[in-house]
């Protein structure tokens, strides 16, 4: 139930600092190791490449574990929505392993791309918050997203949830594979800092509920910007703004901006910021600089050490190959307050069902 919450959204934003805290329950020994399934681990070792295909939420979760399996175990990634790659297949490389993230677990398009590559003889894993489900059942391997059942369309608990499993598949595997970054790496502490981090902006919603007003209350459009991870980040609250608002929203890499979108900059388009990653951080900031010079308004978001005083919103400092897991949750918190203030059916947006069953 969602108890004296006004919508299961709300409640299921609220929940991810205990679905961070169980998934490292779940995935540890008492030592704090990461401990995956035998038979699975040893298919991923096998694998010279991992293929994730998937849809919506999901695929932009997938999008951050590419930067994770990459770096925490040395493995290329591609990412792929599973709409396209089934019916264009690219060319795959020697030992292949096909990673299917859905919360539900019963999408029918990845569904029709199981089908396809279990026919060619290729291992399969299903990740997904329904263990019962077709893609679970189907696939060789299946691990579980463990965030409670997910009730509003909107995907938000399932995403942080996806996220953190992929990280600590890919610490298991790189630590499997003595990989230099795993054994640096110290998965079960970032996760705590997720959780902490998560609560410490779930606090700050208030504040946040007045900025969803103040950017969105009267515009038909939005930006969301960053590099890195805070480029995948931009993709998914964007997403979400579009699916309970009915706000045109588009996520942009940052750098692209002075290729052809900063056209859509006038007085007041509303553009969110994401700055996490030290790389590239002084970069996004000039990119923001150059649209609010030009009338855009702009909300900053940065991680503590790489803020500066012009910015609105300040995050705990993170991994920043794990920064969506706290940068994200301003992204769902703008738009579960823009839909509220709006009056629409946050849990229940026009148009759409929360499992997508037909091709
Ligand atoms: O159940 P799945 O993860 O396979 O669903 C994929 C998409 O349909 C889903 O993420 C959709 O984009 C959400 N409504 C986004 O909030």
Redesign the pocket.
């Known amino acids: 139930s969602k108890g004296t919450y006004p919508f299961y959204m709300l409640k299921e934003i609220d929940e991810q600092p205990i679905v961070m805290r169980r998934l490292v329950k779940k995935y540890t020994n008492d030592r704090g190791e990461v401990e995956l399934p035998k038979p699975l681990l040893a298919a991923l070792k096998a694998a010279d490449r991992l293929y994730i295909v ?6 932009h979760a997938g999008l951050v574990g590419k930067g994770l399996f990459e770096k925490l175990a040395g493995v290329p990634t591609e990412v792929h929505l599973a709409s396209e790659f089934g019916y264009n297949q690219p060319l795959l490389s020697e030992k292949p392993l096909f990673i299917f ?7 029918a398009d ?1 569904r029709q791309v199981l089908v396809k590559v279990k026919a060619q003889g290729y291992p399969t894993l299903t990740i ?2 329904v263990l019962s489900s077709t ?1 679970a059942r189907e696939a060789d391997y299946q691990l579980g997203l463990y965030a409670g059942p997910e009730i509003a ?4 608990k ?2 942080t949830a996806q996220v953190a499993v992929e990280a600590l598949i890919a610490q298991g595997l790189g630590e499997a594979k003595n990989h230099r970054e795993a054994e640096a790496f110290d998965v079960v502490h970032q996760l705590g800092l997720a959780a902490a981090g998560q609560q410490a902006l779930i606090d700050q919603k208030d504040a946040i509920h007045d900025w969803a007003t103040d950017l969105f209350s009267q515009s038909r459009n939005a930006f969301f910007i960053g590099r890195g991870t805070d480029y995948d980040v931009s993709l998914e609250a964007a ?2 703004l579009k ?1 309970i608002s009915y706000v045109q929203a588009e996520g942009f890499a940052a750098g692209e901006l002075k290729h052809g979108t900063i056209a859509l900059i006038e007085q007041d388009t509303p553009v969110v910021a994401f700055i996490s990653d030290p790389k590239t951080a002084a970069h996004t900031r000039s990119n923001a600089d150059e649209i609010a010079a030009r009338g855009a308004k702009v909300l900053r978001i940065a991680t503590e050490s790489q803020s500066s005083e012009e910015d609105q919103l300040v995050v705990d400092d993170i991994d920043p190959m794990l920064a969506p897991l706290l940068m994200i949750i301003p992204g769902q918190l703008l738009a579960y307050f823009t839909s509220f203030d709006r009056g629409y059916d946050v849990d229940r947006p026009r148009n ?1 069902a ?3 069953t037909v091709e």
């Open positions: 998937a849809a919506g939420t999901s695929y993230l859905t919360q539900s677990g019963e999408t990845i997904t918050n893609l369309v909107a995907s938000t399932a995403y997403l979400k699916e759409l929360k499992s997508v």
